[in-house]
């Protein structure tokens, strides 16, 4: 069965230090990978997505995402981390093929705190 | 424009009532989904609607939980005889139209407190 795992429940990093968050996923065709962070009391907001193609992928707010097909993996990175940055960051594949829904298929989030 | 809203944003509620929640998406999206986020699930699909297509239910827990979507705009989740275990947060996404490759807008959620 699909499924989407993040290693780290929670990270600390000092502001300015950069930062790198975990991915793995389980899916039996080529996934449709998507990175989303929800700031407190808000709703899910889209950082980045990869569907082909260049497997380092560009994102909002100076995030990137890079697709390892070998190691299953679709790690967040950022090299300068802002105070701004504080949230709930989570990792999720889209279910496509013959049903093709876009339903996703989240991990259990990595909750990242900034310190000054 | 306008985002995806939901109302109420927060809702508390005794174990063993009923409880309706609401979802207006983006106009135009003909795709609308449901998700929960609860402590120990994680965030997980619940349902979609897709236009006039009959939804893919697959993601309820129980037949508590049941959902509609009049005129292919708003949506409701009912949630009957409510238990401690709903307690969550109940996210409504929109897109259009439903596929993986068109990117799904969230509301703000629902947090749902049984008591």
């Known amino acids: 069965a699909q499924s989407v795992t993040q290693p780290d429940i929670h990270i600390t990093v000092s502001e300015g230090a950069s930062l790198e968050l975990r991915c793995n996923y389980s899916?039996?065709?080529?996934?449709?990978l998507f990175w989303y962070v929800q700031s407190p009391g808000q709703g899910l907001q889209l950082l980045l997505k990869y569907f082909s193609g260049d497997t380092l992928v560009q994102g909002i707010k100076g995030f990137e995402a890079e697709f390892k097909r070998s190691q299953s993996s679709f790690n967040l990175r950022k090299p300068s981390v802002h105070w701004s940055d504080a949230a709930e960051y989570f990792c999720a594949v889209g279910e496509h093929g013959s049903s093709n829904t876009g339903k996703l298929i989240f991990g259990q989030g990595t909750t990242l705190q900034v310190k000054p | 424009g306008a985002g995806v809203s939901q109302s109420p944003s927060n809702k508390v509620t005794e174990k063993g009532k009923d409880v309706e929640l609401r979802c207006d998406p983006i106009s135009g999206h003909t795709a609308l989904y449901w998700y929960r986020q609860s402590l120990g699930q994680g965030l997980e699909f619940l349902i979609y609607f897709q236009g006039n297509s009959a939804p893919d239910k697959s993601g309820l827990p129980s037949d508590r939980f049941s959902a509609e979507r009049t005129g292919g705009s708003v949506s409701t989740l009912t949630i009957q005889r409510t238990q401690q275990e709903d307690s969550a947060v109940y996210l409504c996404?929109?897109?259009?139209?439903?596929?993986?490759?068109?990117?799904?807008?969230f509301g703000p959620g629902t947090r749902l407190t049984v008591l």
């Open positions: 899916y039996g065709a080529t996934p449709y």
């Open positions: 996404a929109s897109s259009t139209p439903g596929t993986v490759t068109n990117e799904q807008f």
